[in-house]
């Protein structure tokens, strides 16, 4: 899976079990199973909707 950069990405990486290696010379987030990556995403979807919704309350 590609690389992301953000902090939040890198955390739920970490929770879900996943780690960051190297792919000709680019880093990629790896998971041992698809259902960490499952986790990972799932994770993500929910941090984007947590974001989505403190935005929705700063207007």
């Not at 199973?33 to 994770?43: D, F, G, N, V």
């Amino acid at each position: 899976m590609t690389f992301d950069a953000r902090k939040e990405a890198q955390l739920c990486l970490v929770q879900a079990g996943g780690w960051i290696t190297f792919h000709h010379k680019e880093p990629i987030f790896v998971f041992s199973t698809a259902e960490e990556k499952q986790t990972y995403m799932t994770l993500m979807a929910d941090k984007a909707t947590d974001a989505n919704k403190e935005g929705v309350r700063a207007t």
